[in-house]
T-cell receptor
Framework: GAGVSQSPSNKVTEKGKDVELRCDPI?????LYWYRQSLGQGLEFLIY????????KSGLPSDRFSAERTGGSVSTLTIQRTQQEDSAVYLC?????????????FGPGTRLTVT | GIQVEQSPPDLILQEGANSTLRCNFS?????LQWFHQNPWGQLINLFY???GTKQNGRLSATTVATERYSLLYISSSQTTDSGVYFC????????????FGTGTRLQVTL
């Protein structure tokens, strides 16, 4: 596609339920990133994929959060047993490769509300 | 960890005015990007500028990496420039994850 796409655009879930968020990177981009934007914390890094492996998971806030990437393309971020503090906009980005010299492009985000 | 501070935090301009947004960072960086987050939440790439000066239409940016700051200039502002402007940096040895600044919220009025 022309840009990074994410689905769903909005998700409302009850506390304790599991959710899956999807990201489709720009075609041909091998690096994929997840970030989170919340009112109190600003924009923060969650996890980075190069191909299907995740060399940097340092931003995942707890073991309730996991992510995978298959076929070097689509990625899914899973949050288990959601809590109210998980409410945020989850943003996905991709870049041509994982090097620092490559620009990252962002998707429109998924707004997650935990009630 | 690195601190990335932006100033001013809020800015209100009349249409047609010029402005300068600043991004200070506390440590050496490999890369710096400027983004505009529009009212719908989309992050739009403005500049990829680890050093030097770039211009794109009414916008230009300058990064002085040795002095640890970057500036974003907006000339002849328009209402469509409203939103939040973020700078984001990549640190040596941290793969390529971005560390975002605190943001500048800009409102351009008629």
């Amino acid at each position: 596609g022309a840009g990074v796409s994410q689905s769903p655009s909005n998700k409302v879930t009850e506390k304790g339920k599991d959710v899956e968020l999807r990201c489709d990177p720009i075609s041909g981009h091998t690096a994929l990133y997840w970030y989170r934007q919340s009112l109190g914390q600003g924009l923060e890094f969650l996890i980075y994929f190069q191909g299907n492996s995740a060399p940097d998971k340092s931003g995942l806030p707890s073991d309730r959060f996991s992510a995978e990437r298959t076929g070097g393309s689509v990625s899914t971020l899973t949050i288990q047993r959601t809590q109210q503090e998980d409410s945020a906009v989850y943003l996905c980005a991709s870049s041509a490769t994982g090097g620092w010299e490559y620009e990252q492009y962002f998707g429109p985000g998924t707004r997650l509300t935990v009630t | 960890g690195i601190q990335v501070e932006q100033s001013p935090p809020d800015l209100i301009l009349q249409e047609g005015a010029n402005s300068t947004l600043r991004c200070n960072f506390s440590d050496s960086v490999n890369n710096l990007q400027w983004f505009h987050q529009n009212p719908w939440g989309q992050l739009i790439n403005l500049f990829y500028i680890p050093s030097g000066t770039k211009q794109n239409g009414r916008l230009s940016a300058t990064t002085v990496a040795t002095e640890r700051y970057s500036l974003l200039y907006i000339s002849s502002s328009q209402t469509t420039d409203s939103g939040v402007y973020f700078c984001a940096v990549t640190l040596p040895g941290t793969a390529s994850k971005l560390t975002f600044g605190t943001g500048t919220r800009l409102q351009v009025t008629l």
